[in-house]
């Protein structure tokens, strides 16, 4: 990763894919500076369970973090960008994989932060564990696929999540302002025919 992601970083044009079968672990106190775009098409963590706290991973304006396969967030991971939000041209996270939290990297008390960001869901979010945070700039922003509260829970300081398209499913709290476009709200566990469950929206 040197030369991409660090003091290192070569060059505003530069961009780098993970491959299929590849792993990236991002760790370390040092902040990680991400100017260009990273795809992921292998698995992607962000602290490992038995690590320390990870410093941020910062996004430049370029700044683009597309994952096609699995990025999964562990405790006190934060994501933010570091030019102001959130123009056409402004730093973005697009996740058409997965994106999970999963019982493993996140306690149930812990959390993970994304903030200053754009983010766009057209595949998987799934929370199993611990709090996803919404910064106060940014936007949760699901064209398609789903939102999975499997454990875990959604909360925003500012942040709307706009649901555009895809589903909310599981069975947890959302403590956000939400607007439901064009989704399908369905407690219970996901693809469990006639599961019930409960989610809890506090907000407008």
């Known amino acids: 990763m040197s030369g991409y992601l ?24 040092s902040i990680k500076l991400l ?17 320390p706290a990870t410093s941020s991973l910062s996004f430049g304006t370029n700044g683009r973090l597309v994952n096609s396969a699995t990025f999964n967030l562990g ?3 934060l994501l933010q960008s570091g030019v102001g939000c959130c123009g056409d041209g402004s730093a973005r996270f697009v996740n058409l994989g997965k994106l999970a939290m999963p019982k493993t ?7 993970a932060t994304i903030d200053s960001l754009v983010f766009k869901n057209r595949r998987t979010v799934e ?8 910064g106060r700039l940014g936007g949760y922003n699901q064209f398609a696929g789903s939102t999975r509260l499997t454990g875990g829970t959604l909360a925003s300081s500012g ?28 407690p219970g566990a996901p693809n469990t025919l006639g599961s019930t469950g409960i989610i809890k929206i506090a907000g407008n």
Do not use: C, E, H
């Open 159 to 186: 942040q709307i999540v706009k649901l555009m398209g895809g589903s909310l499913v599981g069975t947890g709290t959302i403590t956000a302002n939400m607007q439901n476009l064009n989704s399908t709200i369905a």
């Open 35 to 51: 100017r260009a775009t990273l795809t992921n098409r292998g698995t992607a963590s962000f602290v490992s369970p038995a690590a």
């Open 105 to 111: 990297m996140v306690p149930s008390t812990g959390s």
């Open 6 to 29: 660090g003091t290192g970083y070569t060059g505003a044009t530069d961009s780098l894919t993970i491959a299929q079968g590849s792993k990236l672990a991002l760790t370390g106190a």
């Open 127 to 134: 929370l199993a564990s611990g709090t996803l945070r919404l």
């Open 75 to 77: 405790d006190r991971a």
